[in-house]
């Protein structure tokens, strides 16, 4: 089966450091996908790992560890705009690399206060 | 920089109406899909279509559910007789997976209402 776990909700200072966990079981794993999602708008990409280790783009950072089944999103220097949902989604190929699809957990909302 | 539109943005149907969502998605893409967001959960995969054809499609995506690439441009969904829990965002992206990192590419979303 498919599961991809992120905690509900979590809550950072403007300006702080935030991780975001996300712990995932598919049956297919061809990468793990971060996107951020303000309410009512289309998710949009933020980061890619597909190898274990950090991943480092500007204030964001992502982590993966393919074994443990486990990835973290980390925000530094927090600004109020970052207030959003965080998806994690694990890529699934299908067979034969036909179907490319994203599978997504359940988001966790961040709400950055001053 | 290209993006993936959507239309209508908002829709609202009387149960048991056909409707069609359009998608122009990214012109290099090979790769389209459809999702649905149920206000206040997660993104969920409908399905997938490649090649012309559907790749795959998930359990959601029922008989009252069809896709369409009819003009080489355009990529639809039918939901053929609505049901009050067909309420949803629903989003098309598209890919290339030989493209950096063969992230998808989300449209902005309809949103529709079933009365």
């Known amino acids: 089966g498919q599961n991809i776990d992120q905690p509900t909700e979590m809550t950072a200072t403007e300006g702080a450091i935030v991780q975001i966990n996300c712990t995932y079981q598919?049956?297919?794993?061809?990468?793990l996908f971060w996107y951020q999602q303000h309410a009512g708008e289309a998710p949009t990409f933020l980061s890619y790992?597909?190898?274990?280790g950090l991943e480092e783009k500007g204030r964001f950072s992502s982590f993966l560890s393919r074994s443990k089944g486990y990835s973290y999103l980390l925000l530094k220097e927090l600004q109020m705009k970052d207030s959003a949902y965080y998806l994690c989604?694990?890529?699934?190929?299908?067979?034969?690399?036909?179907?490319?699809?994203?599978?997504f957990g359940t988001g966790t909302l961040l709400a950055v206060q001053p | 920089e290209p993006e993936v539109t959507q239309t209508p943005s908002h829709q609202v149907t009387q149960m048991g109406q056909e409707v069609i969502l359009r998608c122009v998605p990214i012109?290099?893409?090979?790769?389209f899909y459809w999702y649905r967001q149920i206000l206040g959960q997660k993104v969920e995969f409908l399905v997938s279509?490649?090649?012309?054809?559907?790749?795959?499609k998930s359990e959601i995506f029922d008989d009252q559910f069809s896709v369409e690439r009819p003009d080489g441009s355009n990529f639809t969904l039918k939901i053929r007789s609505t049901k009050l829990e067909d309420s949803a965002m629903y989003f098309c992206?598209?890919?290339?997976?030989?493209?950096?990192?063969?992230?998808?590419?989300f449209g902005e979303g309809s949103r529709l209402t079933v009365l």
């Open positions: 790992n597909v190898l274990d």
């Open positions: 989604a694990v890529r699934d190929l299908g067979y034969g690399g036909a179907t490319n699809k994203l599978i």
């Open positions: 992206a598209s890919s290339d997976p030989g493209l950096g990192t063969g992230e998808l590419f």
């Open positions: 598919t049956s297919g794993f061809n990468g």
């Open positions: 279509f490649y090649n012309n054809e559907i790749s795959e």
């Open positions: 012109s290099n893409h090979l790769y």
